[in-house]
């Protein structure tokens, strides 16, 4: 299918929750379980980690994966994996047609679930993708640490929030509840664009990056796959992920 890779990319310094790449889940560090998974996906080329901390950049390389070391000053994931796109060109020796951001904090990801993402790009007007998943508590649908989703009928993005949406104070009871998976694979010079962009009012209102692409007038395509799938924003989500991959 091209040209694919994917870029983790990964640092110690998270602002919620410091150090959890290399926090242990059931005997393996979170990076690792998020390494093993994407590597696993036969529709990619390669796959490396993006990092700019020593630590995290060893412990792949004595599992015998690959690594990118990265600047410290980046602010976000899709920066430092842009800048990781572009040293894994210069190391295959050629350009890349997509990339898929898998963000470190994911280690319930699957081959399958990368799989899924890429499909849509046999769409030339496609030149970006995000995953999300079903919810189905109403705990869950409330915690500001889980960006929420709606789609329009051709499944594209219309919105991302923190908050609930959309709302279910007018007693509708089957309201669409779906949360954002942070598989997010770009073309190439999408994500070059992308990061070109200045940053919008609505991302840095909800905190949700893909935000910027919406206020610009682009369009995410959504694709949905089945759960549960738990990122680790917090000790308790590591818990949690813990029990559920046992």
Known sequence: MGNNIAIIPARMASTRFPGKPLKMINGKPMIGHVYANVRACNFLK??????????????????????????????RASDRTAEAMLKAEQLLKTKLDIIVMVQGDEPMVTSHMIEKSLLPFKDKNINIVNLMTKINRIKEFE????????????????YFSREPIPSRKKGVKNVPMFKQVCVIPFRRDYLIKYNNLPETDLERIESIDMNR???????????????????????NDLKIVSDLIN
């Open 213 to 235: 692409i919406i206020e610009n007038g682009d369009k995410i395509r959504m694709v949905e796959v089945a759960g549960p799938i738990k990122s680790v924003d917090t000790q």
């Open 46 to 75: 390669e796959t490396y980690v993006a990092t700019c901390d020593e630590e995290i950049a060893q412990y792949i390389k004595s599992i015998g994966g690959k690594y990118i070391m990265t600047s410290d000053k980046h602010q």
């Open 143 to 158: 915690d500001p640490n889980e960006p929420k989703v709606v789609v329009d009928i051709n499944s594209n993005a219309i």
